[in-house]
């Protein structure tokens, strides 16, 4: 085999050409390569001097979300963000698309307040009930920012382009004994989450004044009844508990250091239309409906689990209150300049009921049986009773609760049939 062996075959495709005529050939082909690299090469150096390379900030907030940034998204947050009138509230609600977090942004938004909501719509129970509630948030004119509380660049970002004057934070790693299953899950919301949220706010000029969720979980093993303020909390009985009470503790220090002018509500096992699925009357509901079997805690002497069910009106007023009555943060960009408000409220009933009582309830609501299995109390950071004493929020804020258990469950069983059901009232409010 000769050496042209390897030409092609097809003759149209390659010529043997003299040596002169080679070699022009070659240069010809030499420049056309050097013209197209020297047009590329000067391309390349017009675009690094006409864009200069991203701030940190900006690389990384392109990098950790494609879900946020650019003029349209700052619009869209400006225009939710800013009251209807001058005396109105700027808020950012964290958890906006959760139960409670729907509810008081729509309560503020519907007084004439700015409202921007942020939440990370996570998996902890079914999105799509989130993404319902963010449908209502958007009819009423809240825009939801699709974010986590974890994430410093966007906090930092949403403080740059509105200037909030308050922080409603309920955005958190919910339910009791989901706490077994996940710990890390708590650590990262309800403390890791909260630093930041609260870090960004101190750092922020003007600060805002934070409203945050605690919870009733707090008093733990107490006994003594009802539970005031006042009372010991010092042992929690699940770590959903804990990481509620270590946030009142962080936010003591973020109010002794820079000035943030904080309140805790600790919320009583809130209940109501548009609801948590991972609550008991709530699953309860779904289970009676399917004709299937309930398990009912008792204490260990077979006495009644109780709770001090409170309903969601009640909430998102008392919520309201706090946010009316905080006084300003007194600190700026991370100095303080004086001492600022710290608050811790019980939000609650103050009418203990017990579980049982709860099924007889949902029982004549629901026109059905339910199928009872009566267990004892396991030990997985449930306690057996909560009763909230509720005189310091009642003096200083003027919470009063007015939904009795009967009267709120009928509004929840209504919710739940139009909801389920995807009759009409499944967007009513
Ligand atoms: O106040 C709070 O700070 C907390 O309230 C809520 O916790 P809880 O009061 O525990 O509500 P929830 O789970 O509805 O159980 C209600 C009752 O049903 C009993 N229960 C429960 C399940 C079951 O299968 N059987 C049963 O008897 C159970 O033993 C209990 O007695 C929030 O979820 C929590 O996130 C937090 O906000």
């Given amino acids: 085999m000769s050496h042209l062996d390897d030409l092609p075959s097809t003759p149209g495709k390659y010529k043997v050409l003299p040596y002169g005529a080679l070699h022009n050939h070659r240069y010809l082909r030499l420049s056309k390569l050097t013209l197209w690299a020297s047009l590329f090469l000067a391309l390349f150096l017009f675009y690094l001097v006409l864009s200069p390379p991203p701030s940190p900030s900006r690389r990384s907030l392109n990098d950790s979300s494609a879900k946020y940034g650019g003029s349209h998204w700052e619009k869209q947050v400006r225009k939710s963000a800013r009251p209807r009138s001058s005396g109105g509230l700027t808020v950012l609600v964290t958890g906006a698309a959760g139960f409670v977090g729907t509810h008081v942004s729509i309560a503020l938004r519907r007084r004439g307040d700015g409202v921007l909501g942020l939440d990370n719509f996570n998996r902890y129970y079914d999105p799509k009930l989130k993404r319902a509630r963010q449908g209502l948030l958007e009819r009423s004119g809240v825009f939801v920012v699709e974010g986590d509380i974890n994430d410093a660049v966007l906090l930092r970002k949403l403080f740059d382009v509105v200037l909030f004057t308050h922080v409603m934070h309920l955005a958190a790693q919910a339910g009791v004994r989901y706490a077994m299953q996940n710990p890390g899950s708590y650590v ?195 306690v057996e009773f909560t009763h909230a004493n509720i005189t310091l929020a009642q003096t200083e804020i003027g919470y009063k609760p007015e939904v009795d258990l009967e009267t709120g469950l009928k509004k929840f069983v209504k919710w739940y049939m139009g909801f389920h059901t995807g009759s009409k009232k499944k967007s009513s409010w």
Wanted: proline share 6%; charged share 25%.
């Fill in 188 to 382: 990262n919301s309800n403390i890791a989450g909260f630093v930041n949220l609260l870090e960004v706010s101190k750092a922020a000029s003007p600060q805002p004044a934070v409203v945050w969720a605690s919870s009733s979980s707090v008093y733990g093993l107490n006994t003594k009844v009802p539970f005031s303020e006042k009372d010991r909390t010092d042992q929690p009985a699940s770590l959903y508990a804990a990481t509620k009470k270590a946030g009142e503790g962080i936010a003591h220090t973020y109010n002794h250091i820079y000035g943030l002018s904080l309140t805790g509500l600790r919320f009583f096992t809130v209940y109501g239309p548009w609801g948590r699925p991972d609550m008991a009357y709530f699953f309860f509901t779904k289970d009676i409906l399917k004709g299937k079997t309930i398990t009912v805690f008792e204490s260990p002497d077979k006495g009644s689990v109780a709770r001090d069910f409170t309903y969601i009106d009640d909430i998102v007023r008392g919520c309201l209150r706090a946010l009316d009555t905080a006084e300003k943060s007194t600190g700026s960009g991370g100095k303080k300049k004086g001492p600022a408000m710290f608050r811790i409220y019980n939000l609650g009933n103050t009418s203990p009921v017990p579980v049982s009582k709860l099924v007889t309830i949902l029982e004549k609501l629901l026109k059905m049986k339910a199928k009872r299995k009566i267990m004892p109390l396991p030990r997985n950071g449930d």
